[in-house]
């Protein structure tokens, strides 16, 4: 099979690599996926580079989590009814040295989700880290409730583009932060009723305006480091900060304004999802699926050959929508 890889850590364009490798062989409990599409996350940037959560832990790297494509081969253990299906995956590269930047790959059965007919493979790939990010994200302690504010920072990111439709559907009324017109159009479009251009416009003062004094019951917040010195102004009386990012590994939180605000802070990885609020996540994504009620965003594409343009590109962070790879027709 044909794969991108990396030995070392470095630039996308020093350490990435195309090659044949093996075709991979599923073993007890797991599926083989010819993968039609690859998603590029930041957190797959920040895996090369050495700056994630997980980096070369192994001697040869396929990366990329997400993607999506059809079963081709199971393993000892899972119904052959499944080959021939459509699906789409998550945490491929987690903890595990061969992601979806291939042109198969194999992984347990149940990170290998069914795919509605409805959904293209490129959209399939932009759903593992970004839209389950994004439930979490909305969901979590007890979820947003029917006319509350929620903040959702970066709202024309992909995991951003996400929380802004998910709050929306559960009756929230949203404000988004972005960096540009153009991804404020992109916000506006997904949903937001308020959106703040943060290099142009006063953050904290639009959201007291916009909010009566009062603050968000819920910031949902990409860059934590970055914003946590006036996340507590913006936050109403009993509010969460539901942190799933930042710019930087360590953050100073000011006890006295989260304390006499009564700000409640949750920090959670996709990754690391527990099994009963993975399935949770699972079925209420497939249902939003099935019944057409999420936009989605694909900026751009790349043949597997461009995989580090891929990667030059999300890393610059300039584009509006997620990127993906394309690996078979």
Same mark, same amino acid.
């Given at each position: 099979?044909?794969?991108?890889? +990396? ?24 599926? &083989? @996926? ?8 930041? *957190? ?10 997980? =980096?070369?832990? +192994? ?18 253990? @899972? ?12 945490? /491929? &590269? ?39 990010? /994004? ?23 992909? @995991? ?15 404000? =988004? ?47 934590? $480091? ?9 936050? $109403? ?16 939180? *000011?006890?006295?304004? *989260? ?21 949770? $996540? ?48």
């Amino acid at each position: 099979m044909r794969a991108a890889f +990396y030995e070392k850590l470095g630039a996308a364009r020093d350490v990435l690599h195309v090659t044949e490798m093996p075709d991979p062989i599923p073993g007890p409990g797991e599926v &083989r @996926v010819r993968v039609h599409a690859s998603g590029v996350n930041p *957190s797959d940037v920040k895996m090369r580079l050495g700056t994630g959560s997980a =980096a070369n832990e +192994y001697p040869r790297i396929i990366p990329h989590s997400d993607g999506a494509g059809i079963v081709d081969a199971v393993g000892a253990g @899972v119904p052959a009814a499944r080959i021939g299906e459509r699906v789409w995956l998550w945490n /491929a &590269r987690w903890k595990r040295a061969f992601g979806t930047a291939a042109d198969f790959v194999a992984l347990p059965a149940e990170q290998a989700v069914p795919l509605p007919d409805n959904i293209d493979f490129a959209t399939g790939a932009c759903l593992g880290i970004p839209a389950l990010t /994004a439930w979490q994200a909305v969901e979590t302690d007890g979820g947003v409730a029917g006319g509350e504010w929620v903040l959702v920072a970066g709202g024309a990111g992909s @995991v951003g583009h996400y929380a802004i439709q998910m709050a929306r559907a559960r009756g929230a009324r949203v404000i =988004a932060t972005v960096s540009s017109p153009a991804k404020a159009a992109h916000a506006a479009a997904a949903g937001a009723e308020i959106v703040i251009d943060r290099r142009a416009e006063d953050v904290v003062a639009t959201v007291k305006s916009a909010t009566g004094g009062k603050g968000v019951a819920r910031v949902i917040e990409v860059d934590f $480091a970055g914003n946590v010195a006036w996340l507590p102004q913006v936050v $109403a009386d009993y509010g969460l900060v539901v942190v799933y990012g930042s710019s930087k590994r360590e953050a100073e939180v *000011s006890f006295a304004a *989260s304390i006499l605000g009564n700000v409640g802070y949750r920090f959670f990885i996709v990754y690391n999802q527990p099994p009963a609020l993975r399935r949770r $996540a699972l079925a209420a994504l497939t249902d939003m699926l099935r019944a057409g009620g999420l936009q989605h965003s694909i900026a751009a594409t790349f043949p597997l050959a461009e995989i580090a343009v891929a990667h030059e590109t999300v890393e610059a962070g300039r584009q509006i929508g997620n990127v993906v790879v394309e690996i078979a027709p």
